[in-house]
C-alpha cells in the first residue's frame, strides 16, 4: 500500500471518531436540553444522525485500509504521465468530490426539515424541491464514485451543471445574491474538476485552490448576509438599552404616584411625558423589528433563522403586553388630573382601583411573556 493511502486511512479513522464524539454528544444534547421548538429539535436530531453515517463511512475506509495493509497489499509507483499516474488521480479526484458532495448534502439537509411546504408554490418552495431532487442525484453520484464507477462523472457533470444554473436562477429571483455567487463557484469548482485534463497540476489547482476558493466564498457571502441583519439588530439593541431605561422609569414614578394622595399635575404630566417618549421608541423598534423579518425571509429556512423569528414574535407580543399597560396607565393619569386635588368620591376611587387592578393583571401578563420570551 501507497504511504499516502495508508495516511489517508489514519486521517479517515481518527476524523470518524471525531465525528461520532461530535454528533452523539449533540444528540445527547438535544435530548437532554429540547428547545420549545420542536422541528428544531428534529432538524438538529437529523443533521447529527446524517454525520454519525459519514462517520461510521469514514471508520470503514480506516478499517479497509489497515486490511488491505496487513493483506501486504502494495500497489507499485509509477512514471508521472502513465496510465497507472491518471488512474490513481481520478481516484483521488472522485473520493475529493464525493465527500464534498456529502457535505453539501448535510448541509441542505436542515432546510429541508424546517421548510414550510405548506406555504404553496413559492420561490423558496420551489428552491428547497429542486434542491432536494439534485442533492438525491447527486449523492447517487457521489456513490458511484466511492464504488469507483468509471462512467460516473459524465452524469455527475450533467447533474452538476443543471443543478448550480436552475439555483443561480432561482436565487437571483429571490434577490438572494449570495447564493447566486456560491452556485457559479460551486458549477466552476465541479466543471474545471471534471473537465480539465487528468494532471497534477490541474488536480493540485482544482482541489488546493478551487475547493479552498469555494468554501471561502461560501463563507464570505454568509458574513455579508449577516451584515445587514448585524447592523439591523445593533440599532434595535440601542433602542431596547433606551426603552428598558424608560420601562424602569416609568414603573418607579408610577409607584410614586400611587403613595401620593393627591399627586400633582407636574408629576403626571412628567410621566406622561415618559410614556409617550417610550412608546415612540416602541414604535422604531417595531419598524426595525420589521425590517429584520424582510431580511430572515430572503433566507432559506436555517435554525438561527427560526429561532430569531420566533424570539422576534416573543418579543413583539412582549412589547404589544407593555403597550396595552402604557395605554390604560395613561388613562388612570388622565382620569387623576381631571379629578383634580379635590375630594374623591367612591365613585372616583372605584374606577381609578378599577384602572389600577388592569395594570396590575397586564404586569402578570408582561411577567409571563417575558418569561416565555427568555426560554430557549
Keep these: ?37 420542536p422541528q428544531i429539535d428534529h432538524a438538529l436530531m437529523i443533521n447529527d444522525l446524517l454525520g454519525l453515517c459519514v462517520a461510521i463511512f469514514l471508520i470503514a475506509i480506516f478499517i479497509r485500509s489497515r486490511q488491505h495493509a496487513d493483506n501486504n497489499l502494495e500497489t507499485q509507483r509509477t512514471e508521472p504521465n502513465n496510465l497507472s499516474e491518471t488512474e490513481s488521480l481520478d481516484r483521488r479526484r472522485n473520493w475529493t468530490l464525493g465527500f464534498v458532495i ?8 436542515t432546510t429541508w426539515f424546517l421548510n414550510d411546504y405548506m ?24 456513490i458511484q464514485l466511492f464504488r469507483k464507477k468509471k462512467t460516473a462523472p459524465t452524469p455527475l457533470f450533467y447533474i452538476v451543471l443543471t443543478y448550480s444554473l436552475v439555483e443561480t436562477v432561482l436565487s437571483g429571483l429571490r ?55 448585524n447592523k439591523i439588530t445593533q440599532d434595535e439593541t440601542q433602542l431596547e438599552q433606551q426603552y428598558s431605561t424608560l420601562t424602569g422609569n416609568i414603573s418607579s414614578d408610577y409607584q410614586l404616584f400611587l403613595q401620593k394622595q ?28 420589521s425590517k429584520l423579518r424582510t431580511e430572515y425571509s430572503k433566507q432559506l429556512p436555517n435554525i438561527d433563522q427560526i429561532r430569531q423569528l420566533d424570539s422576534l414574535t416573543k418579543y413583539t407580543n412582549l412589547l404589544a403586553i407593555q403597550q396595552k399597560q402604557a395605554n390604560t396607565l395613561s388613562s388612570l393619569l388622565t382620569y387623576s388630573k381631571q379629578i383634580g386635588s379635590g375630594t374623591i368620591t367612591n365613585e372616583q376611587r372605584a374606577q381609578m382601583a378599577k384602572l389600577e387592578q388592569e395594570i396590575q393583571n397586564e404586569e402578570v401578563e408582561i411577567t409571563k411573556a417575558y418569561t416565555k420570551f427568555n426560554t430557549p
Design 262 to 289: 393627591h399627586p400633582d399635575d407636574a408629576d403626571i404630566q412628567a410621566l406622561q411625558n415618559q410614556i409617550q417618549a417610550r412608546q415612540d421608541i416602541n414604535n422604531k423598534m417595531l419598524d426595525d423589528i
Design 119 to 142: 406555504a404553496g408554490p413559492t420561490l423558496t418552495n420551489i428552491y428547497v424541491i429542486f434542491d432536494i431532487v439534485s442533492n438525491i442525484a447527486l449523492l447517487y453520484a457521489a
Design 175 to 229: 434577490h438572494e445574491w449570495s447564493g447566486v455567487i456560491v452556485n457559479l463557484a460551486t458549477a466552476a469548482y465541479f466543471v474545471f474538476a471534471l473537465k480539465a485534463p487528468t494532471t497534477k497540476a490541474n488536480f493540485r489547482i482544482a482541489h488546493f485552490i478551487g475547493l479552498p476558493v469555494l468554501i471561502i466564498a461560501f463563507m464570505a457571502t454568509n458574513a455579508l448576509d449577516a451584515s445587514k441583519i
Design 1 to 37: 500500500m501507497k504511504k499516502s493511502s495508508r495516511w489517508g486511512g489514519i486521517i479517515a479513522g481518527v476524523i470518524g471518531i471525531l465525528l461520532v464524539a461530535m454528533n452523539l454528544n449533540g444528540l445527547a444534547t438535544t435530548f437532554a436540553h429540547p428547545t420549545s421548538l
Design 102 to 109: 456529502l457535505f453539501f448534502f448535510i448541509s441542505s439537509s
